[in-house]
């Protein structure tokens, strides 16, 4: 019952900009943090972001950091990923993820095995 679609993915010329969504279905979204994960092809799957479920906390991947930006809107049981400067190494399907926590925590996690659902991936492919 529990969905995650991720949106946005395509194909830039390296420096360009895409920014990525996520729509969860059937599940209090608001319960949940959220990561963003990669996997390029041939290579294991590696943290990207995570936010807490407020939005609140936040934390990047360091190859990402100052380049990749993770935000929520719980309202609209969606996060985002704002990718600017985006180099070939940035090259991946990308993946939202949900992992259930309890209040208040303001947890974020940066482990991909904590994570209870996952959608199904959107490709970014970054030329030079």
């Known amino acids: 019952q529990e969905y995650l679609v991720e949106s946005g993915g395509g194909l830039v010329q390296a420096g360009g900009s895409l920014r990525l969504s996520c729509a969860a279905s059937g599940l209090i979204f608001s319960r949940y943090i959220m990561g963003w994960f990669r996997q390029a092809s041939g290579k294991e799957r590696e943290f990207v972001s995570t936010i807490s479920r407020s939005g609140g906390r936040t934390d990047y991947a360091d190859s990402v950091k100052g380049r990749f930006t993770i935000s929520r809107d719980n309202a609209k049981n969606t996060v985002y990923l704002q990718m600017n400067s985006l180099k070939p190494e940035d090259t991946a399907v990308y993946y939202c993820?949900?992992?259930?926590?309890?209040?208040?925590?303001?947890?974020?996690?940066?482990?991909?095995?904590?994570?209870?659902?996952w959608g199904q991936g959107t490709q970014v492919t970054v030329s030079s």
């Open positions: 993820a949900a992992d259930q926590d309890s209040p208040y925590t303001g947890r974020i996690s940066s482990t991909s095995n904590t994570y209870e659902y």
